[in-house]
């Protein structure tokens, strides 16, 4: 079935600095990928959707400036977050379509952000 | 716009017992549905599916029936085991270029 490769899986960072998390599809295309933040014993909240060479769309109140998010190939899509600070620890997961709507959507593993 | 209800949780039983887990939603048009699971530190992972009213989806001894009338897609196992710990999320795709939309999710964990 469809696979989507999230790394890193977990990944510790200095305030101020820059954390790059990247997502692949391995055996399909993801020409769209969305952007979850999860915090603890929450549901997941949509930040943004990218789509393979275009800009991505963000959700209402998600600093676009923030997280970028670059869907440069078919297979790749990365969520950079910049000058992150404690509150942008969370865990970011990513997640594509597989298939159509009758087979929803195939999700990373995520990755947890601890920003120290 | 589109909705999914989740019971409130958490949700704690013994290994063995009965699981119904409830999810009611509000879409437009024909939506489908889906039960996703989350273990500790993990994504999410598809657990079973239904497209279509009546269809029953199934999937390590969880089932789920879409119902178009009640607009439920409740969950349940019949004997829940301690590895059924998780984070349950129910939540519906109405249309080929729409946003999957989730519920809250609902912890479940199962005492030996």
């Known amino acids: 079935g469809a696979v989507v490769s999230q790394h890193p899986s977990w990944v510790i960072c200095k305030s101020g600095t820059s954390v790059k998390i990247e997502c692949r599809s391995l055996d399909f295309q993801a020409t769209t990928m969305f952007w979850y933040r999860q915090f603890p014993k929450q549901s997941l909240m949509l930040m943004a959707t990218s789509n393979e060479g275009s800009k991505a769309t963000y959700e209402q109140g998600v600093e676009k400036d923030k997280f970028l998010i670059n869907h440069a190939s078919l297979t790749l899509s990365t969520l950079t977050v910049t000058s992150a600070h404690p509150e942008d620890s969370s865990f970011y997961i990513c997640?594509?379509?597989?298939?159509?709507?009758?087979?929803?959507?195939?999700f990373g593993s995520g990755t947890r952000l601890t920003v120290v | 716009g589109n909705s999914v209800t989740q019971m409130e949780g958490p949700v704690t039983l013994s290994e063995e017992a009965f699981l119904t887990i409830n999810c009611t939603y509000t879409?437009?048009?024909?939506?489908?549905l889906f039960w996703y699971v989350q273990y500790p530190g993990e994504g999410l992972q598809l657990l079973l599916k239904a497209t279509k009213a009546d269809d029953k989806g199934s999937n390590k001894g969880f089932e789920a029936t879409y119902r178009k009338e009640t607009t439920s897609f409740h969950l349940e196992k019949g004997s829940v085991q301690v590895s059924d710990s998780a984070v349950y999320f129910c939540a519906l795709l109405a249309g080929a270029n729409s946003k999957l939309t989730f519920g809250k999710g609902i912890t479940l964990s199962v005492r030996p």
């Open positions: 997640s594509a379509p597989a298939g159509g709507s009758n087979y929803g959507y195939t």
């Open positions: 879409a437009t048009g024909y939506p489908s």
